[in-house]
């Protein structure tokens, strides 16, 4: 009975990762099953989050999901969790592997941090953010993929995060402008290469957006490798799917600049049989 139960949380959280992130599940689909779930349960609380402001279209509302997730974490670290199969799946993760709560937290407060958005000024401000809506979500994911050095990859594994983020803004500019009002691109460097809110509206792919496109894809690029150069470190059964997780998000910016640097009007993704040909 117990097994029975545990096996419908854990596939609550599967289902979660295959609506939201089928490149993100095809590529950790490929850990022992243990492990794979583990990363599936984490996928699934980040979703929650993210969805609990995305999905508000009030801030009060917003807020109030925020810290009522705040709160039921809170009641998780103490071990007096809310009966759900997120939060069961939880439960199971943490009784099997050594992990930290605390990028948890960081995660929420990411979240927060959309809810009272503002452009970040710089790229360092850009990182920071970066760092809590995903690096969190490496260092979450690390006692699971470096059983052994999980302690010494913290920033390999919080640079993935922030780059796999940075790839994600340079995806949506145009989603998160037009129909969230927001624009993640710093504001140093928008001024730096000319590229102004104007032309954002005016839906305008110019050598200046390029320039400033390509500035950031470059400093992802160069995470990326930074932390491919530390991949000899993480357990053995998951260097591939991690590398496949690199991999898949990196190639997004290729894509990308395939179609001209369309992110404005266009959904960039990485096609099934493309997919497959990183696998190999």
Same mark, same amino acid.
């Given at each position: 009975m117990i097994q029975h139960q545990l096996n419908s949380d854990l596939q609550y959280c599967e289902n979660i990762i295959k609506k939201h992130? /089928?490149?993100? %599940?095809?590529?950790?689909?490929?850990?022992?099953?243990?492990?794979?779930?583990?990363?599936?349960?984490? %996928?699934? $609380?980040?979703?929650?989050?993210?969805?609990?402001?995305?999905? &508000?279209?009030?801030?009060?509302?917003k807020s109030a999901a925020i810290n009522?997730?705040? +709160?039921?974490?809170?009641?998780?670290?103490?071990?007096?969790e809310r009966n759900h199969p997120l939060w069961r799946a939880l439960r199971h993760v943490f009784n099997t592997f050594n992990m930290d709560i605390q990028p948890f937290y960081d995660q929420l407060t990411g979240q927060e941090m959309d809810i009272q958005f503002s452009s970040p000024k710089t790229l360092q401000q850009l990182e920071e953010y970066s760092y809590y809506v995903a690096g969190s979500v490496g260092l979450m994911l690390l006692p699971i993929i470096a059983t052994e050095n999980h302690q010494y990859l913290k920033k390999s594994a919080v640079k993935l995060g922030i780059a796999m983020q940075i790839t994600n803004i340079l995806r949506d500019i145009g989603e998160d402008f037009y129909e969230k009002n927001r624009i993640y691109l710093p504001v140093m460097e928008r001024l730096h290469f000319g590229y102004g809110e104007? /032309?954002?509206? !005016? !839906?305008?792919?110019?050598?200046?957006?390029?320039?400033?496109?390509?500035h950031l894809a470059v400093r992802a690029e160069i995470l %990326?490798?930074?932390?491919? &150069? +530390?991949?000899?470190? $993480?357990? &053995?059964?998951? /260097?591939?799917?991690?590398?496949?997780?690199a991999n898949v998000y990196r190639e997004i910016l290729n894509v990308i600049r395939e179609n001209q640097y369309d992110c404005l009007t266009k959904r960039n993704f990485v096609a099934q049989e493309r997919l497959e040909q990183i696998r190999v």
């Open positions: 992130s /089928k490149s993100f %599940y095809f590529a950790f689909s490929g850990l022992p099953a243990e492990k794979r779930y583990a990363v599936y349960a984490i %996928y699934a $609380f980040c979703r929650i989050a993210d969805d609990s402001v995305d999905e &508000n279209p009030i801030i009060a509302f009522q997730l705040r +709160h039921e974490l809170d009641l998780f670290s103490r071990h007096e104007e /032309k954002l509206d !005016q !839906q305008l792919i110019d050598e200046s957006f390029i320039t400033l496109w390509e %990326y490798d930074e932390f491919s &150069n +530390h991949l000899v470190k $993480f357990d &053995n059964d998951s /260097k591939e799917p991690l590398m496949m997780a």
